[in-house]
T-cell receptor, first 109, second 114 residues
Framework: GQNIDQPTEMTATEGAIVQINCTYQTSGFNGLFWYQQHAGEAPTFLSYNVLDGLEEKGRFSSFLSRSKGYSYLLLKELQMKDSASYLCASKDSNYQLIWGAGTKLIIKP | SQTIHQWPATLVQPVGSPLSLECTVEGTSNPNLYWYRQAAGRGLQLLFYSVGIGQISSEVPQNLSASRPQDRQFILSSKKLLLSDSGFYLC?????????????FGSGTRLTVV
């Protein structure tokens, strides 16, 4: 079957670094996506990885290891506005996104 | 540029009443269209998706239905709402031939069935 696993909730301190992990098992693989969702709002696109390695975009970076079925989202210099849920999704062989349940990130001052 | 519109933003409906949520996409042709539901504090549940006019795939059997009467219009309906239909409904679109593109979501409809 298809499965995406990520932690339910994480807590971090303002100004610190946090890493949100995601493991995936999908029928085929056409890329790994990360989305951010603030409470009561729609998810918005953060990053896309299809090759192994690290993609950096400002304070956010995303890593992929296809052989391990593993990705992480790294958030640096955390700000209070980063408090949100972070959704991991894998695009399968039918080009459909399979979603994880999301990781709620709580930032404390 | 492409935009997606979804309305209404909030809706309170009595049990047993009908439902119609509408989603339209601008600036693209032949998009893949999706309806998701998200219960409070939960993940995204795919309800329906469509790859073309009149083509609807249902992921979860329930009292909801979807239709795509025009290329860039996607409608979610119910004849009789249940309390369990409450949730945050999201419409999304994706280009059919761009592997590196994810889904772009509408702003969502918060439905409360009372």
């Amino acid at each position: 079957g298809q499965n995406i696993d990520q932690p339910t909730e994480m807590t971090a301190t303002e100004g610190a670094i946090v890493q949100i992990n995601c493991t995936y098992q999908t029928s085929g693989f056409n890329g790994l996506f990360w989305y951010q969702q603030h409470a009561g709002e729609a998810p918005t696109f953060l990053s896309y990885n299809v090759l192994d390695g690290l993609e950096e975009k400002g304070r956010f970076s995303s890593f992929l290891s296809r052989s391990k079925g593993y990705s992480y989202l790294l958030l640096k210099e955390l700000q209070m506005k980063d408090s949100a849920s972070y959704l991991c999704a894998s695009k399968d062989s039918n080009y459909q996104l399979i979603w994880g349940a999301g990781t709620k990130l709580i930032i404390k001052p | 540029s492409q935009t997606i519109h979804q309305w209404p933003a909030t809706l309170v409906q009595p049990v047993g009443s009908p439902l119609s949520l509408e989603c339209t996409v601008e600036g693209t042709s032949n998009p893949n269209l999706y309806w998701y539901r998200q219960a409070a504090g939960r993940g995204l549940q795919l309800l329906f998706y469509s790859v073309g006019i009149g083509q609807i795939s249902s992921e979860v059997p329930q009292n909801l239905s979807a239709s795509r009467p025009q290329d860039r219009q996607f409608i979610l309906s119910s004849k009789k709402l249940l309390l369990s239909d409450s949730g945050f409904y999201l419409c999304a679109w994706a280009p059919p031939d761009r592997v590196s593109y994810g889904y772009t979501f509408g702003s969502g409809t918060r439905l409360t069935v009372v």
